[in-house]
């Protein structure tokens, strides 16, 4: 049912974990079953992404794909990080049973999150990002209440 490189990126997730002072820091929430991620990103001066932590309340599909979702954007710039979409980590996995490919969502879209948090602390606008519509972190952090 699982791909060899979903089991192991399950079962060996990298880069899980968070970052002090990160660059930018997104939480999305899956509306399907209620998990959630949360990506962590350290992003230099010249825009390439140095660290990359993830962490998450999730199935086993979504660490797998955010896991590899780290991997294949740690060391890239941002404008390369935007071409690691969600069809690019399943192909990486080699694929997800498809009632499942929902749960890799989370890793597009919590990086696109963690992305545009670090647009707006820069007050920068990057090209080709849009508004994550599915950031939770205010709820997920218990602020505003
Ligand atoms: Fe919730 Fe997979 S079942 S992310």
């Known amino acids: 049912m699982y791909s060899a490189k979903v089991i192991d990126h399950f ?22 079953c209620g998990d959630i991620m ?13 660290e990359v932590k993830f962490k998450t309340f999730g199935c086993g599909a979504a660490v797998a794909a955010s896991s590899m979702a780290t991997e294949l954007v740690k060391g890239k710039t941002i404008q390369e990080a935007l071409k690691v979409t969600n069809k690019v980590v399943l192909e990486a996995l080699d694929g997800l049973p498809p009632v499942k490919v929902h749960c890799s969502l989370l890793a597009e879209e919590a990086i696109h999150a963690a ?5 707006e602390k820069k007050h920068i606008v990057i090209e080709g990002l849009e508004k994550p519509v599915n950031d939770v972190s205010e709820t997920a952090e218990g ?3």
């Open 11 to 32: 079962s060996n997730p990298r880069n899980v974990g968070e970052i002090e002072n990160p660059s930018g820091v997104g939480t999305v929430g899956n509306a399907r």
């Open 38 to 50: 949360r990506m962590y990103l350290d992003i230099d001066e010249q825009s390439i992404i140095r």
């Open 115 to 119: 992305l545009w948090d670090y647009a």
């Open 143 to 145: 602020e505003g209440y």
